[in-house]
């Protein structure tokens, strides 16, 4: 085969590649972001055939000329060519380690792999990698953050500002960015941005000593990075789980002299030894327990509730508020307790006399009792039959509903036709905690309070939904927002609602 028909086979391939159609669009729709990025994958590979294919031609054709001067230049031009299609090689090896955001992000201008699912967010995320080995900068914080408002904010977006936070020490609202990446389509979220999150938030988990967290983050992603199997190898050790490869772990994970300490700090821990085994006690056996030896009702009553308030969400929370809300139920049915509690309201002078001080100790520990259930997530119905009980689980669904509109007061309209990333991102995160607020509501509601409460969020939720769709081309927020209205409608049977929310969430992305 001549140079030039090999010159010719690599351009005709090239072209082709660049040319070639989407697959059938029952399986890509050709306006999404899938085929968008599929379609920026295809130009880049061609691109870099065609630039090798060239160095060989130039090679080739120098090697029959008899002269070998020219393959050191074409060498240099070529690796110049893929450094341009693929600049991530240089912002990983150079630009990262020096710390030079300003030229990541210029570099990440040109987009190519591994950002291809997000090319605007990728190279904001390529400067705060590298804004994290400088010290804490605000101006560069913003100008770093100014960057995401070129294009719509996708995964490796969230990523970058979810690390901006963190650098300035705000780590509940990163936690809260970099979790939220589960919302995202897969298709508007790169896979290292995944990964980049995911390393982020296990190591806030051993930060925090949270070993449990750890490993429920290390088992819930499919490929976790070297790191992050070392930190899930030391969560199994610090757990007194079986753990025979820590070292093995160490050695395959990179910065083993930063992660040598860890390694050596658990292997210098006494075996783990499981806290002695109590006799087990049966439900008619409860009286036995220091907090029900008996004595006067309000002692009982004192002691369970700080038993409650002390144990929280602790294994057991059913079976001690029911004991609670009974022991309450026995304290305001003793006369000698009212007669007492009148007669030393009389002695102190206070303002309010007679049966509304029992009155209104009933209501305070009612309302005690509703921010237990809350905590320790027991459902209304499993609280207790009695009146304290009743009127807890009353206080509850007023209480939660109450704490859900206050909730929503940060999305509710009117919205600008133009807001920057900061304020996009305040309303991602206000609809995060709108979430967070509405699944503690629904761990211990009925469906009934279920119901009201998805009435109250999907109102505000689907303006915002809409003002994210039209005016700002959030097209991917929204749609994070929409599916999951999407899945509460079908889970309270609002069929309205599904229909509605099923058709937002056809739509392309």
């Known amino acids: ?49 065609f630039a090798v294919a060239l160095l060989v031609f130039g090679v080739l054709m120098a090697l029959e000329q008899g002269a ?247 294994p057991g929370a059913e079976d001690r508020m029911v004991r609670l809300g009974e022991a309450w139920d026995r304290v305001m049915d003793d006369f000698g307790f009212r007669g007492h509690v009148r007669r030393r309201a009389e002695q102190l002078d206070c303002t309010v006399l007679g049966e509304k001080v029992i009155a209104r100790l009933h209501r305070d520990v009612c309302e005690d009792l509703a921010r237990m259930l809350a905590q320790g997530g027991v459902p209304g119905d499993r609280a207790g039959d009695g009146l304290t009980a009743q009127r807890a689980v009353a206080h509850l669904h007023t209480m939660a509903l109450e704490e859900l509109e206050r909730a929503c007061a940060p999305v509710i309209g009117p919205h600008p036709t133009f807001a920057t990333v900061d304020h996009v991102l305040a309303t991602w995160l206000s609809w995060l905690e709108v979430r967070r607020r509405y699944r503690a509501l629904a761990q211990v509601a009925s469906i009934e309070l279920r119901k009201q409460a998805y009435a109250i969020v999907e109102l505000h939720l689907r303006q915002l939904m809409a003002w994210l769709w039209n005016d700002l081309h959030e097209r991917g927020l929204a749609n994070a927002i929409s599916t999951w209205l999407l899945l509460e409608a079908e889970r309270v049977h609002d069929e309205a609602s599904a229909a509605y929310h099923r058709h937002n969430v056809a739509l392309v992305i």
Do not use: Y
């Not at 070993?211 to 930190?231: C, F, K, N, Q, Y």
């Not at 990179?254 to 075996?271: F, I, K, Q, Y």
């Open 68 to 314: 070998t001067w020219p393959i050191v230049p074409l060498a240099a031009a070529c690796m110049v060519g893929m450094m341009a299609l693929h600049p991530w090689l240089a912002v990983r090896w150079v630009c990262i380690p020096l710390g030079l955001p300003r030229l990541a992000v210029s570099l990440g201008r040109l987009g190519g792999h591994p950002w291809v699912r997000d090319p605007e967010g990728g190279k904001v995320l390529a400067g705060a990698l590298a804004q994290l080995r400088r010290p804490i900068d605000p101006e560069m914080h913003e100008w770093l953050r100014g960057q995401l408002r070129r294009g719509p904010l996708r995964g490796a977006g969230l990523v970058a500002a979810g690390l901006l936070a963190a650098d300035e020490g705000d780590r509940k609202t990163a936690r809260a960015l970099l979790s939220s990446l589960d919302d995202l389509d897969p298709d508007l979220c790169p896979p290292l941005a995944r990964r980049i999150a995911l390393d982020w938030l296990v190591a806030d988990a051993v930060r925090d000593g949270a070993w449990g967290r750890v490993l429920e983050l290390a088992e819930d992603h499919p490929a976790p990075s070297r790191t992050v199997r070392l930190m899930a190898a030391l969560a199994r050790h610090h757990r007194g789980e079986p753990n025979g490869s820590l070292w093995q772990a160490w050695l395959l994970a990179p910065r083993r002299r930063h992660t040598l300490a860890l390694v050596n700090g658990a292997m210098s821990e006494p075996d783990f030894q499981w806290a002695p085994s109590l006799e087990p006690l049966e439900l008619g056996d409860t009286g036995r327990l220091a907090a029900n030896d008996g004595g006067p009702h309000p002692a009982e009553a004192l002691a369970l509730h700080v038993e409650a308030l002390v144990d929280g969400d602790e």
């Open 1 to 49: 085969m001549s140079t030039a028909t090999f010159m010719g086979l690599c351009v005709l391939g090239c072209l082709a590649m660049v040319a070639a159609p989407l697959p059938s669009s029952e399986m890509v729709d050709p306006d999404s972001s899938r085929a968008q990025s599929m379609k920026r994958s295809e130009a880049r590979l061609a691109a870099s055939i």
